[in-house]
Nanobody, 128 residues
Framework: QVYLVESGGGAVQAGGSLRLSCAAS????????MGWFRQAPGKERDFVAG????????VYADSVKGRFTISRDNAKNVAYLQLNSLKPEDTAVYYC?????????????????????WGQGTQVTVSS
């Protein structure tokens, strides 16, 4: 089990950038798939991006492809989400999530219910 803490959210104008960080504590970070989700007021919590525990496979929601980049540094136990070319519709609370999956180093699920560990969220607000 890991404990996740997000940081890096804030307010930015459309077209701007942010980098979100997810610091993980606990055991066996390298065996955890990491994902980012977001939830706007009154909306479902939706998948944004995921990365396999090897770092070799990434998956993105269609709405963020080409703009967001997920990465991880297993030596530092940190996962990142780089948000570029931000749009007002990107405004949401962004959550870091993790799934222990040691059996396949390339596995990246995209469903909210697939992940078992969650951070507290960090607010991203994009103004026009």
């Amino acid at each position: 089990q890991v404990y996740l803490v997000e940081s890096g959210g804030g307010a930015v104008q459309a077209g701007g950038s942010l980098r979100l960080s997810c610091a993980a504590s606990g055991r066996a970070f390298v065996s955890y798939v990491m994902g980012w989700f977001r939830q706007a007021p009154g909306k479902e919590r939706d998948f944004v991006a995921g990365i396999s525990w090897s770092g070799g496979t990434t998956v993105y929601a269609d709405s963020v492809k080409g703009r967001f980049t997920i990465s991880r540094d297993n030596a530092k136990n940190v996962a990142y989400l780089q948000l570029n070319s931000l749009k007002p519709e990107d405004t949401a609370v962004y959550y870091c999530a993790a799934l222990k999956y040691p059996w396949n180093s390339d596995y990246v699920p995209a469903g909210r219910l697939d992940y078992t560990e969650w951070g507290q969220g960090t607010q991203v607000t994009v103004s026009s």
